[in-house]
């Protein structure tokens, strides 16, 4: 009997938001997500594809609103360590991030139970229908173009890629998550 495709965790165990994603990068031997260069191992041997992809997570994790003024100071370092622990001083300027790769042939009899003390972004039509979330019932819509669902704590939204995820979309994510806290829950 095959066994079961396993889902990719990278990140720490514990997060503020999920990232669900349907393609690994290629990682270099003995990677580890705490390691100073992480991220820039992963931009090193995946390119701008990659990259892309972790600078709109690090758009969508930071607390402070700066996508435009003064180039995105606020976002880039947390590029750097966006799959680090969050350590007390980089709490008040980051939310800490994690991302899962759900394999193709993930197979689900019920719909998956998302943790309500975190923000799960599922990103793109393809790990939508690998996690059977073609739709979500009593959904609301976050923005006026109907791109971002949203029940609970899930959001389903497009693929991270700036032609599909523009920064408003981006600042519209990050303004959502930044304005509930979910350690009240």
């Not at 720490?12 to 820039?40: C, D, G, K, M, R």
Request: proline share 8%; glycine share 2%.
């Amino acid at each position: 009997m095959p066994s079961q495709p396993t889902i990719l965790t990278l990140g720490p165990s514990t997060a503020e938001v999920i990232f669900y994603l349907p393609t690994p990068p290629v990682l270099p031997p003995h990677w580890h997500h705490n390691q100073a260069n992480a991220i820039t191992d992963i931009i090193a041997l995946n390119g701008n594809h990659w990259r892309k992809i972790v600078t709109i997570m690090a758009k969508i994790c930071c607390r402070h609103s700066d996508l435009s003024a003064n180039h995105g100071a606020a976002w880039k370092p947390i590029r750097q360590s966006l799959l680090q622990d969050v350590s007390p001083q980089s709490f008040a300027h980051r939310l800490s991030c994690q991302i899962q790769i759900i394999p193709d042939q993930l197979s689900h009899a019920t719909e998956p139970l998302f943790n309500p003390k975190c923000w799960h972004i599922v990103c793109g039509k393809e790990t939508q229908q690998r996690l059977g979330l073609h739709t979500i019932e009593h959904a609301q819509t976050v923005d006026p173009n109907n791109k971002i669902q949203r029940q609970q704590t899930c959001l389903l939204t497009p693929y991270l890629d700036y032609r599909q995820y523009a920064n408003a979309l981006i600042e519209t994510t990050r303004l959502l998550i930044a304005s509930e806290d979910l350690s009240l829950n």
